[in-house]
């Protein structure tokens, strides 16, 4: 049985979808009926009040013993307990259905059990990784000390820096001062507050800049980032999206941004970074989530942070960060994988914008087992095979 069959999905959706729809918005005969059934005659002079529901229909039956004029209104409120079972059922066996296909989605990327480790090669593989930072430092210019010293106590390889604030004109020398010894950098400077991303990393990796086209709702800079021990390069793209909050601004964007990820669909391993200001933290609430989706699939309710995270998985790129980024309680700053290892993934406070800096080490994905606390993170897909059934052709 193949779980990922889209024909098999679309119709498990559809007939869902009427099933609820059946459920929700019953038919307006039923609604007469309990309508004129909720007015008739009890013992005792009583009447049931509206808006009837289950409950206090139930309640009539067992308190006012319901006269033969209302054994309807008793029959339609055992007829909706049967049916509300029988809806916990289907529930049930959609969500059984859905982690299956997640099972398979995990198989397909080849993501290891815990049992599929070698810890005696922890040591020997540590030097294999790219130790990274990524944070958004709300302009370079009078921050180069603190820049400098966050790489160097923290032993970074790789830093990326966004909103950098740098004029082209003198953005090399900035860049220089705020990186230690031995590190070289690459940029995109448009100039002004709000604006400017950079690459800087060690010169123990071979560093080639990307040329990439110039977007107008972000910038980015791109590095082909290789190392002696790896067996092929990273592609490595930094991120700036300014905080648009119109919609129209979010569909160019995602327009642009689909034709950069079109644009490098050959690399086979890619790792994007940077402050995306889209709040993807509303799409990991897993008090709401199931129900959200499920009011996306019947009412076709979209939003752009599940648009966002769509796009993502159409292109096989996975969000790795799941705590907030940002002083407010968001997540805005991303690192987002292809065919690339994450491990040692965390969020800390340094106090040098009211953004946290990320810190993570990567490295391109390989045969090679890994060690245990360097497990990557599944991809968290359970729901996008059905969105996309839903809203493309």
């Not at 049931?48 to 008793?74: F, W």
């Not at 705590?323 to 994450?342: A, E, F, M, S």
Request: glycine share 4%.
């Amino acid at each position: 049985m193949q779980l990922l069959n889209p024909v098999h999905i679309k119709e498990l959706v559809h007939r869902f979808t009427l099933f609820m729809e059946k459920i929700f918005f019953p038919p307006k005969s039923s609604e007469n009926l309990v309508r004129e059934t909720s007015a008739a005659s009890l013992k005792g002079g009583a009447e049931v009040p509206l808006p009837v529901t289950i409950d206090n229909c139930k309640d009539s039956v067992r308190k006012y013993h319901v006269t033969e004029a209302s054994q309807s209104l008793r029959s339609k409120a055992d007829e909706m307990i049967e049916i509300s079972q029988e809806v916990e059922t289907i529930l049930k066996g959609l969500k059984d259905k859905l982690a299956g296909i997640q099972s398979q989605i995990l198989r397909n990327h080849q993501i290891p059990s815990e049992t599929d480790q070698d810890e005696s090669s922890c040591d020997e593989e540590e030097e294999r990784w790219a130790r990274m930072g990524l944070l958004n430092v709300q302009s370079l210019n009078n921050k180069v000390d603190k820049v400098r010293e966050l790489i160097v106590q923290n032993k970074l390889d790789v830093f990326l820096p966004t909103e950098t604030w740098l004029d082209p004109s003198s953005a090399d020398i900035v860049l220089r001062q705020a990186s230690p010894g031995g590190f070289s950098f690459c940029h995109q400077s448009r100039g002004g507050r709000g604006q400017g991303v950079a690459i800087q990393y060690s010169t123990k990796f071979q560093g080639r800049k990307i040329n990439i086209e110039s977007m107008e709702t972000f910038e980015c800079v791109a590095l082909d980032l290789r190392h002696d021990k790896w067996d092929a390069p990273i592609l490595l793209v930094n991120v700036y999206r300014p905080p648009k909050q119109k919609r129209e601004h979010f569909d160019k964007f995602l327009r642009e941004f689909e034709k950069l990820l079109d644009d490098i669909s050959n690399d086979k391993n890619v790792l994007l970074t940077g402050d995306f200001n889209i709040h993807v933290d509303k799409v990991y609430n897993k008090l709401r989530d199931e129900w959200e989706w499920l009011c996306l699939l019947i009412y076709k309710r979209r939003s752009p942070e599940k648009d966002f995270r769509f796009l993502l998985s159409k292109h096989g790129l996975y969000q790795r960060i799941r705590q907030p980024t940002h002083k407010r309680g968001h997540i805005l700053d991303l690192v987002i994988t292809r065919n690339v290892q994450i491990s040692s993934l965390f969020v800390r406070n340094d106090d040098i914008s009211d953004h946290y800096t990320v810190y993570f080490s990567a490295r391109p994905d390989g045969k090679k087992k890994r060690c245990k606390k360097n497990k990557e993170q599944g991809p968290d897909d359970l729901w996008e095979v059905l969105y996309s059934v839903t809203f493309t052709n």
